[in-house]
Structures are given as C-alpha cells and as structure tokens.
C-alpha cells in the first residue's frame, strides 16, 4: 500500500470510526433529543433508538471489512455509511434552518447543530462512497489495513477538533455571546 492509498483511506474509514465512536460515547438519550427537533414524523419517531446500535453496526463493519480484507462487506456498509451520512446532512441543515443551534444529538446531548457539523456530515458521506466502488482497494498486508485503520481514527478525532474549534469561532465571532 502506497501513501496514495493510505490517504484516501484514512479519510474513508473516518466516517466509520466516528459512528462506531459516537454510538458508544454519546451521552444522553438521542431519542429525546430528536423528539425535542420536532422535525420527524410519528412512524419515524418510533425507530429513533435503533439510531445508536444501527451506525455504531455500520461503522464496525466498514471497519471489520476493511480489516478481514472482505470487499462484499465492506461495499455494503460504506453503501450504508454513506447513505446515513447523506441523510445526516440533510436532517442537520433542516435542523440548523428551522431550530437554529438546538443540540444535534452527534457525540453527544448537548453540542448544538451548526453549519460546521452539516459541512462534516457532507465530507464523510462523499470520503466514504468511494469505498462503495473498492477504492482505494484493501491492501494485502494486515499491517497495512491497521495502519490504515489507525490513522482513520486520527482523521477522525481531527475532524471533530475542527469542527469544535469552527463552533467555536463562530461563536466567539457573533456579538452578544
């Protein structure tokens, strides 16, 4: 694996390591959180605690894939890491538009929604898909598919330093707070 490869794929596994990260860190209940958006309709409203196992599933197994080297695997769940990531997008600017900075439920129960946070939602949907298509392809070695996987975790902490240091600015940014 060449360093053209690694990096595509640190950015890849990133979505999948923050939805593994979010569904065993996030503090408080999502499903009141959501409730509290108004946003959902009822049917949906009753899937809402199925949120936290199904993308912590998801992330594991781009992860797993990646890591045992199966391609069918991992295919099918950075399809669905990137589809969850296209619809977070949309739910978090409908949210920021109609709410404004209410907490988002990402990592946690308190963080409010913001422009950073539907910008990072949008990055790991499109990093992601390329994974859908085999690229960049799982190397051989499985000293380089953990490399791959540790830097991934890094590129993940990363972006959520990023995006709590933009909250940040754009707070600090606005007048009165």
């Known amino acids: 694996m060449t360093i053209s490869d ?13 939805l593994v990260a979010a569904a065993v860190r996030r503090r408080g209940d999502l499903t009141r959180v959501i409730k509290a958006h108004g946003l959902l309709p009822p049917f ?33 769940a950075a399809a669905a890491v990137a589809l969850w990531y296209l619809a977070l997008t949309v739910y978090l600017a409908v949210l920021l538009r109609r709410r404004g900075g209410v907490p988002c439920g990402c990592l946690d129960g308190t963080s409010p929604v913001s422009a950073a946070k539907v910008g990072r939602a949008a990055l790991l949907a499109l990093a992601t898909a390329p994974l859908v298509a085999g690229w960049p392809p799982v190397p051989a070695e499985l000293s380089a598919r953990l490399l791959a996987c540790g830097l991934a975790a890094f590129t993940a902490g990363f972006v959520v330093v990023a995006g709590k240091v933009a909250d940040l600015h754009g707070t600090s940014a606005t007048p009165g707070r």
Request: charge should be positive; glycine fraction near 14%; include cysteine.
């Open 44 to 76: 949906l409203m009753r899937l809402t605690p199925l949120i936290g196992p199904a993308e912590g599933l998801a992330g594991a197994a781009v992860l797993a894939g990646w890591v045992t080297g199966e391609a069918r695997l991992l295919r099918l």
């Open 6 to 18: 690694t990096l595509p794929a640190c950015f890849a596994l990133a979505g999948a390591v923050l």
